[in-house]
């Protein structure tokens, strides 16, 4: 256990509903981010948080998702109007924010999408 | 675009022996480089990291070596053991720190008893 929890650990939908995930990072980490990991694939970068700031977000993110971090501690990620290929598992990390500090992720969201 | 990849997909070694892990880097920006080892149904775990002015370092059973002049990566696990079955993954940072994470499809080592 890293620390960082997600909820919830599966979800299934069926296409055109919205979804909403969350994070809780490692309490004084003040960055966090959301990634896409798919079978058999490494994670690939969605956005990241500095506090509540979202300062990149991936060409990834088309315009069904959105993250937010209202007050610079857990994140939720939403995504409206799933599409089968928006089946992956969706992961958080945090980290401390310096300089060559590691991301400890959660245990993921799996979604599926019917 | 830039990428980090793996040579191998696959990995058998058998119970105590030791295992090498090989990543090949595009970037040559890139100045923090990771392992990550990732169990079914989990997320990645941290094993160990390498800044790009260092071409080794050991932790307890692993030793990371960085070859910058052929952007190479290597993972080394001594007297491997059941728990080590898993995938393993290489991922570069990008040249200011700290910021997004670029994976490589990642290699599937098997301990076999």
């Known amino acids: 256990d890293t620390g960082v929890s997600q909820d919830p650990r599966h979800k299934i939908t069926k296409r055109g509903q919205n979804v909403t995930f969350r994070c809780d990072p490692i309490?004084?980490?003040?960055?966090l981010y959301w990634y896409r990991q798919t079978l058999g694939q490494g994670p690939e970068f969605l956005t990241y948080?500095?506090?509540?700031?979202?300062?990149?977000k991936s060409r990834l993110l088309s315009d069904r998702f959105s993250a937010e971090r209202p007050k610079g501690s857990f994140s939720t990620l939403e995504i409206q109007r799933t599409e089968q290929g928006d089946s992956a598992m969706y992961l958080c990390?945090?980290?401390?924010?310096?300089?060559?500090?590691?991301?400890?992720f959660g245990p993921g969201t799996r979604l599926t999408v019917l | 675009g830039e990428s980090v990849g793996l040579h191998l997909p696959t990995l058998s070694v058998q119970e105590g022996d030791n295992s090498i892990i090989n990543c090949a880097y595009s970037?040559?920006?890139?100045?923090?480089f990771i392992w990550y080892k990732q169990e079914s149904g989990k997320g990645p775990q941290f094993i160990i990291d390498i800044r790009s002015n260092m071409d080794k370092r050991q932790g307890q059973r692993v030793t990371v070596l960085l070859n910058k002049t052929v952007k190479h990566l290597s993972l080394q696990i001594a007297a491997t053991q059941p728990g080590d079955s898993a995938v393993y993954f290489c991922?570069?940072?990008?040249?200011?720190?700290?910021?997004?994470?670029?994976f490589g499809t990642g290699t599937r080592l098997t301990i076999i008893p």
């Open positions: 970037n040559s920006a890139s100045d923090y």
């Open positions: 309490s004084e980490h003040n960055r």
């Open positions: 991922a570069e940072e990008g040249d200011f720190g700290n910021e997004k994470l670029t």
């Open positions: 990390a945090s980290s401390l924010g310096d300089i060559y500090n590691e991301q400890f």
């Open positions: 948080f500095q506090n509540e700031a979202q300062l990149e």
